[in-house]
């Protein structure tokens, strides 16, 4: 599958998102939560998919959390309201596997919380996401994870 926002890549076992906005500090925009939905549920789907990591491209940001030059124009209640069909923490919560956020730099707002979601993995065992600082993609990868 395509995406604008997103890079998606296959390394083994696992998956990689790569949030893919450097030049906006990875700021999560509307389109980019929409296909960070899709690749977490089409990941999840995919038996051959083990675990799912999600980074930053460039080598300041993970996230700078949401991309707030979108509020322009909208009232309190119609960003509210953008919250009511499911979020990317909810897809992250539905997730059957674990999801890693791997941080290669700035994390506010948003992409905190995207970091510390909890979620039941089904048989009642309850897995943390997993936060990995400072790691480069790469070595990650390459190191059999």
């Known amino acids: 599958m395509n995406y604008e926002t997103i890079l998606v890549a296959h390394r083994g076992p696992s998956a990689l998102i790569t949030l893919n906005r450097p030049e906006k500090l ?38 700078a959390g949401a991309d707030i030059h979108e509020f322009h124009g909208r009232t309190p209640m119609e960003q509210w309201r953008m919250y009511e069909h499911g979020t990317l923490y909810d897809a992250v919560d539905r997730s059957t596997k674990p999801v890693i956020a791997m941080i290669n730099g700035y994390c506010f707002g948003g992409g905190l919380e995207l970091a510390a979601r909890e979620f039941d993995c089904g048989g009642g065992f309850l897995y943390h996401v997993l936060v990995l600082l400072s790691l480069q993609p790469a070595k990650l990868l390459s190191a059999g994870a």
């Open 26 to 63: 990875n700021a999560m925009s509307h389109m980019m939560k929409e296909e960070m939905i899709r690749a977490l549920r089409d990941l999840d789907a995919d038996d051959g998919t083990r675990a799912i990591v999600i980074t930053g491209a460039g080598q300041k940001s993970f996230t």
